[in-house]
């Protein structure tokens, strides 16, 4: 195995293990909701002004899926819509008291995992943390482009 092939591998064997790790923990903690509504309820927390185009692009989903999500939300009390003074034809989405609450029950689970893995990054340098952030932040553009390569196929299908 070359050393690209180990750090693919890795990270998704790190991932792997977080999401088994955190799962069981989550689904007690938030056994009323779905995954994709606290992430959902998290991204609206986390960005002003959130709107069905920002949460679709932000999920890998088209406008159509996040609208009949969006609207699961709002049914069920955890957002509410909003429109700006000027600007009157776009609808956006914020927290309601019963999605502040959601969202700091998570906040509070992802608090109790960083300081669970705490150590990891204790003898960890401020250069080697930089050089995994611009290795994750490449990668990331890397992806990025490759999904805008597969968004422009599909609209050419």
């Known amino acids: ?3 690209e092939e180990q750090v693919i591998t890795g ?3 790190l991932f792997n293990k977080l999401a088994w790790l955190n799962k069981s923990k989550m689904e007690e903690a938030l056994k009323d909701y779905k995954p994709s509504e606290v992430h959902c309820i998290e991204y609206i927390a986390k960005n002003t002004d959130s709107n069905v185009t920002k949460l679709a692009e932000s999920f890998y989903m088209t406008r159509g899926a996040m609208s009949k999500v969006t609207k699961k939300l709002m049914k069920k009390g955890y957002i509410e819509s909003y429109q700006k003074q000027d600007n009157k034809k776009e609808i956006y989405f914020r927290l309601t008291k ?3 609450a959601i969202n700091k029950v998570h906040e509070e689970l992802h608090r109790k995992f960083q300081e669970r893995d705490k150590t990891v990054f204790e003898d960890v340098t401020e250069e080697q943390l930089n050089s995994m952030i611009n290795l ?7 992806l990025d482009t490759e999904i ?4 422009i196929d599909i609209k050419s299908e």
Request: net charge positive.
């Open 136 to 142: 994750v932040e490449k990668y990331n553009k890397h």
């Open 11 to 13: 990270f998704r064997n």
């Open 148 to 151: 805008k390569k597969l968004d």
């Open 1 to 3: 195995m070359n050393k």
């Open 98 to 100: 019963q999605g502040k």
